[in-house]
């Protein structure tokens, strides 16, 4: 039983003393250089350039209105769903505000998603799917409430289009190609 003990403490030993670099977000950046990198980024976004953009966005004109405030009005980044290899219709798509970030071009690509940073407002629009996994005629929205939120966790609920534009009793969503 003693061998088996002091073995359990040795690799608990070395699990705890590797742990702290398993979170480190770059190996060729210091955490300490990091964190003021996105504290800068937070404080001052860069402006929307097409050189600052993800592969598959490009920039446009959007309107993100969300119980009577205008979160979104102006120019913009998107992406248009094609889901050339998905049996669903194209046509999903989302939109970032003027001041969003993006891991990889604006900072280094963190190693684990928690230290994803957002800096804007974004909403994303897809068919809705129905209780058996398939899409239907519809449309549904998200974002992400809190503008440092990387995640479209809110629901804005179903929205009906017409033209560039999706609403509802609570938002007015459009997106406009420039």
Request: neutral net charge; proline residues 8%; contains cysteine.
């Amino acid at each position: 039983m003693r061998p088996a003990l002091v073995l359990l403490a040795l690799v608990l030993a070395q699990a705890a003393h590797a742990a702290p670099d398993r979170y480190k977000p770059m190996p060729s950046i210091s955490y300490e250089r990091y964190e003021r990198l996105i504290n800068r980024l937070i404080a001052h976004p860069p402006r929307l350039s097409k050189a600052r953009l993800p592969e598959g966005f490009k920039i446009g004109r959007c309107l993100l209105v969300v119980d009577g405030r205008t979160l979104i009005s102006g120019p913009c980044s998107y992406s248009i769903a094609t889901h050339a290899n998905i049996p669903m219709p194209p046509g999903d798509f989302e939109f970032h505000g003027p001041h969003q970030v993006y891991a990889g071009i604006d900072y280094p690509e963190p190693e684990i998603y928690a230290e994803h940073i957002s800096t804007d407002y974004f909403v994303q629009v897809d068919h809705a799917l129905l209780d058996d996994g398939s899409t239907g005629t519809g449309w549904e929205a998200h974002w992400n409430e809190d503008r440092h939120a990387t995640h479209a966790q809110s629901e804005l609920g179903p929205v009906t289009r017409k033209g560039a534009c999706y609403s509802n009793a609570r938002t007015r969503i459009c997106l406009w190609k420039k």
